[in-house]
């Protein structure tokens, strides 16, 4: 019995009429990224186990339940990388990019969590991220997200919210997480039953949780932003102005406390309701501690990283793409006969060299005239090329429209490339 194969359950595959998409979307990404003066890096995919332990944090989701993580043949623990800034981090240590330098950098590429797959959300999935490391003021945040809003508006993407919060300095924080533990501790018993394993490890993920029944609870919960020290009060303070200034729309959120324990100051969220559960496309903040985590010298850090599928299914949703993701053949080129395969192959690589910007596809496969034409039209091309024995041997080339009803016309091989770019505006 023949086996079949299907892709590993959240690993899907992308197809090429869903390509085009993909590419809009990250030209649109390398062009503004490099427009602010980022420059790309590329880390690997696999990675040390630990370093996701030490910077993600041991008891957080990610680390306990969802990496994909094997030992090789060497006996080390290595780990799929289920996000970006650890591997930018180490990579910045490794190759001495960090200490005492101002490093603005952007990565992209596949990522991997054992989630439960859902709309917009695969285990395999795709991730754009920018970091930047030695910068100290709220500026380098704004930009960021300045960045992330022109982005918004390249894309045509209207419905999202910027929600905005500051978790403080690992010292304020560690002494608000006191004050939250007390008030939860008092209310034990309204708290479900993942709320009271993270009141022992993560207490800050309790504001975060997703179950309407303790919404009143949480509401009432002591306020973080209560409870900053000075600098991190006017970080923020200086956040807001910028921001104020850029007329860029905020809505602070006390409850935005983000999932990955190096985040301290600004975290920030762009969310939308177009993606049901899935609604955030694109988060980030400050992670001042975590290049020393690492190993590095104290440096500075900010960045964000948004999930590509998501971003690309609110694309679908709300943005007319339809004259940006062409693919339809511009021109195809019928072969009729030995000869004219043979001369037709030379001549598709020369309007090639001559015509760079167009579509051409060359008929392969052999067939009929009839067949090819029919193939021709198929490919949506607006220009059909007939190349024959007698065109071959009179160096001519015949020119039928395929969307436009005009007589075929007949002219010498030396004209077309001008011709064609008569046609095409080109």
Request: with cysteine; aromatic share 8%.
């Amino acid at each position: 019995m023949r086996q079949s194969f299907q892709s590993v359950k959240g690993m899907n595959d992308v197809l090429p009429d869903e390509t085009p998409i993909w590419h809009y979307l990250e030209s649109c990404l390398r062009e503004i990224t490099t427009s602010y003066g980022y420059s790309e890096i590329r880390m690997p995919i696999v990675e040390n186990t630990q370093l996701f332990c030490r910077s993600i944090g041991e008891v957080t989701d990610i680390v306990e339940k969802e990496m994909y993580t094997f030992v090789d043949k060497g006996e080390d623990s290595l780990t799929l990388r289920p996000e970006g800034t650890a591997s930018c981090v180490r990579a910045g240590i490794q190759h001495g990019l960090l200490y005492n330098q101002q490093q603005r950098l952007w990565y992209m590429g596949p990522m991997f969590r054992r989630e439960r797959p859902q709309k917009g959300r695969y285990r395999q999935f795709y991730q754009f991220g920018l970091e930047t490391f030695g910068l100290k003021g709220p500026d380098i945040d704004a930009e960021i997200i300045a960045l992330s809003a022109r982005l918004w508006k390249k894309l045509g993407l209207n419905e999202v919210e910027l929600q905005i919060n500051s978790l403080g300095s690992n010292q304020a924080r560690e002494a608000y997480k006191e004050k939250l533990v007390d008030y939860f501790a008092q209310n034990l018993d309204a708290l479900d039953e993942d709320s009271q394993r993270r009141l022992k490890l993560n207490p800050l993920r309790i504001l975060d949780t997703k179950n309407p029944g303790m919404k009143g609870l949480v509401e009432n919960a002591p306020k973080l932003l209560d409870h900053l020290d000075d600098e991190s009060k006017q970080h923020f303070e200086g956040l807001c102005h910028k921001l104020d200034h850029l007329g860029i729309a905020y809505v602070i959120n006390p409850k935005l406390v983000r999932g990955l324990d190096y985040y301290n100051r600004t975290v920030f969220e762009w969310v939308t309701t177009d993606l049901g559960s899935q609604g955030t496309i694109c988060a980030g903040g400050r992670y001042d501690g975590l290049v020393e985590q690492l190993g590095g010298q104290a440096t500075q850090g900010c960045g964000f990283a948004m999930g590509l599928e998501r971003i690309i299914l609110l694309l679908q949703q709300q943005s007319d793409l339809s004259d940006k993701l062409s693919t339809k053949t511009d021109v195809y080129l019928c072969t009729l006969g030995e000869s004219a395969e043979m001369a037709g192959m030379q001549l598709v690589e020369k309007l090639r060299d001559g015509l760079p910007k167009l579509k051409l596809q060359l008929h392969c496969g052999g067939g009929n005239f009839k067949k090819q034409l029919k193939k021709a039209d198929k490919s949506s091309a607006a220009i059909a090329l007939i190349l024959g024995g007698d065109e071959v041997e009179q160096q001519q080339i015949t020119i039928k429209t395929l969307r436009e009803k005009s007589d075929q016309v007949t002219i010498a091989q030396s004209e077309l490339i001008s011709r064609l770019q008569q046609i095409f505006a080109i």
